[in-house]
């Protein structure tokens, strides 16, 4: 809010300094107008072009051209580089105003200039700070939250809200307080008011608060006994004697400038915390001598750093800065630190083992943080370098496409024939195509048949077979089978990145497994149990990705499909055949790539007949069966990834 102030202020006292200006300008040409009037060589054209000459002379020459009174004063320094082409006399003096910041005066017909003398700015009110101070008239409770606050406002505003008359000593109007005591009975808390500061209370028979200065006496004593049990620094630091090689330095917002040089660490500690009014406890005065440069630091910056690789830490508590050992419970502190962007699980893990030492940590999932225990700067060591990892995690939205086609082309034809048997047709019949499963063109001949198209053969005269048996069969098939699938799947997979993301896809398949086991040595019998085993045939694929800061994404790729073939015999177990492959790729947030291209093909040519015959190309049709069939399966994965935040 301060900030914000001191900017506000700024940027008016910049707009009034411009407007001024701007009136200073306005005046000048006001003037130098209603002159123009008597004086008409202020109207009159200037053709003059100079370089690196002095103003006064520049000035008396344009002066003398032009018939003009001009005065200009001699302790003026500017140096003239111009060229005025058809510009008024005027326009010149204006400019030379403007540009050289002068001031132009009119004594009658005579124009004086002289250095510009700019009026000193308002004086700047600042703005009265608003005291902490708060009371409770039903529980006689006050609290108070001073930072080097004037004692005389903090005495008027207790005595304003609470109603009890609180009166100063004489020459305690301009000291400055710190203290902060929280909802304490008004007596109590404006004692300890007065003991933080140096001041003690006297309540007076018609109940005033008198605050007063504390005795020589009784300031020594008091400097005696701050010494086993620690007080504010400002009463028991050096009393006046300066501590050599020390040097500590005020400086603006509560911080300060130490140079040490082999001073003893608790000198330190009682300067700085007297120049910056903080109270502070020394559970033990910490040992040792060192050499310190710090330039405007805080107080809490100040001790970190002079504390820091010792056996000592400190402790804000209640305004007051609790300083001791390290292993001293007093002075541990434990904190929940929460992770906002990601996860706690595996967090521990990754804090360095330097920030663990004398720290317990432990994992607290239903609030995602960790309960830390141990020296407050410790854990401030590890609440930053939690900061630093605790970014969002992006996630990884991945749709997978897989498409399987599979081709097939199949060819069977052939006649053939026998006596008749459990299989022989009982009348001669054909189809073509019909019904829900197409067997193409199949006839079937019995043998009254056969014999009567023999018969007409044999009319012909050109063959004679005889009569051939009754109950021998003649079967005619052709049969082309063409096929063409296409299966799609088209899955959702989401995970984090670095994390695996797995898919499986399959059908899974039994078998019997038989055990014949041996019961006894004397009369041995046989004991079968059976079982079923099973069989998977998958599809899987497992994608890793790992996105990088300009959203390029590295995927780890690992496909696999699994397929079952036919069975050696009833009981075994399927066969199977396996396509696999690992890719490792980068592509952009929002691409598709392909994957895959598994391609597999398979073709049969065979056939059966009468030997050696079935081997002739024209006969073989005639004397057997022919199959010929052909396979194509080929397996595409599209890919696609979406980084969402």
């Known amino acids: 809010m301060k900030r914000i102030r001191l900017f506000f202020l700024f940027l008016s006292l910049l707009v009034s300094c411009q407007l001024l200006a701007q009136d200073r300008m306005a005046s000048i040409r006001q003037q130098l107008d209603e002159l123009a009037l008597t004086t008409p060589g ?24 032009h018939n003009l009174n001009v005065s200009i004063n001699p302790g003026i320094e500017a140096t003239i580089i111009n060229n005025f082409s058809n510009a008024t006399v005027s326009d010149v003096f204006v400019f030379l105003c403007r540009e050289y910041d002068l001031e132009l005066t009119l004594i009658g017909s005579i124009i004086s200039l002289t250095k510009y003398q700019a009026p000193a700015p308002p004086p700047v009110v600042k703005a009265k700070k608003e005291l902490s101070i708060s009371y409770n008239k039903q529980t006689d409770f006050l609290s ?65 608060f008198v605050l007063e200065e504390v005795k020589a006496e009784a300031q020594t004593a008091q400097k005696n006994g701050n010494n086993q049990r620690g007080v504010r620094g400002q009463n028991n630091f050096n009393q006046g004697q300066a501590v050599a090689n020390l040097e500590i330095k005020l400086e603006p917002s509560e911080r300060i400038t130490v140079n040490a040089t ?60 609790l300083i001791g050992n390290r292993k001293l419970e007093g002075l541990r502190t434990t904190e929940l630190i929460t992770m906002e962007n990601r996860t706690i699980e595996s967090v521990i893990d990754f804090i360095p083992t330097d920030l663990k030492k004398n720290v317990e940590i432990q994992e607290f999932s239903e609030l995602n943080g960790l309960i830390v225990s141990g020296s407050y700067p410790e854990i401030e060591e590890i609440r930053a370098f939690l900061r630093k990892i605790d970014r969002v995690v992006p996630v990884i939205l991945i749709d997978v496409m897989i498409v399987e086609v599979r081709k097939n082309n199949e060819i069977n034809t052939g006649i053939s024939g026998g006596l008749g048997d459990g299989n022989a047709p009982t009348r001669t019949a054909g189809s073509y195509n019909t019904g829900d499963n197409p067997n193409g063109a199949q006839i079937s001949l019995t043998s009254e048949t056969l014999n009567n198209l023999l018969s007409r053969i044999s009319t012909g005269g050109v063959l004679n077979l005889g009569n051939l048996a009754p109950d021998f069969y003649l079967a005619i098939e052709a049969l082309e089978t063409n096929g063409n699938l296409r299966r799609r799947a088209t899955p959702k997979l989401a995970t984090l990145n670095g994390h695996e993301a797995n898919l499986s896809i399959g059908e899974q398949d039994y078998y019997l497994e038989v055990q014949n086991n041996i019961i006894g040595t004397q009369n041995p019998t046989v004991a079968n ?76 040519d065979n056939g059966t007949g009468l030997p050696w015959i079935s081997r002739v190309p024209v006969l073989k049709w005639f004397t057997g069966k022919q199959r010929r069939a052909e396979n194509r399966e080929q397996l595409n994965i599209f890919i696609k990834t979406t980084v969402i935040y």
């Open 262 to 321: 082999n001073v003893p660490i608790v000198d330190i500690i009682r300067g700085a915390s007297a120049e910056l009014l903080n109270n502070y406890f020394l559970f033990s005065e910490p040992e040792g001598n060192t050499t310190l440069y710090l330039e405007n630091a805080t107080y809490e910056e100040f001790l970190s750093y002079l504390l820091n690789g010792t056996d000592y830490t400190y402790k804000l508590q209640e305004n007051v800065y």
């Open 144 to 208: 108070l939250d001073l930072k080097r606050d004037s004692l005389d406002e903090v005495v008027k505003e207790i005595t304003r809200i609470s109603l009890n008359n609180v009166v100063l000593s004489p020459g305690l109007e301009n000291r400055l307080v710190s203290v902060y005591i929280q909802n304490r009975p008004f007596s109590n808390a404006l004692d300890k008011l007065a003991f933080a500061n140096g001041l003690k209370v006297r309540e007076t028979e018609d109940n005033f």
């Open 529 to 604: 149990s059976q079982v079923y085993r099973a069989v998977n045939a998958d599809l899987s694929i497992t994608i890793k990705p790992f996105v990088s800061g300009d959203e390029q994404i590295t995927l780890e790729i690992e496909f696999e499909q699994s397929q079952f073939t036919d069975r050696i015999a009833t009981t075994a177990p399927p066969g199977t055949t396996t396509r696999q492959f690992k890719s490792m790729i980068r592509m952009r947030n929002g691409e598709t790539i392909l994957l895959g291209g598994l391609e597999e093909k398979s073709k049969q």
């Open 42 to 65: 202020l109207t009159e054209k200037v053709e003059i072009s100079v370089s690196g000459i002095p103003i006064q002379e520049f000035v008396r020459g344009v002066a003398e051209a």
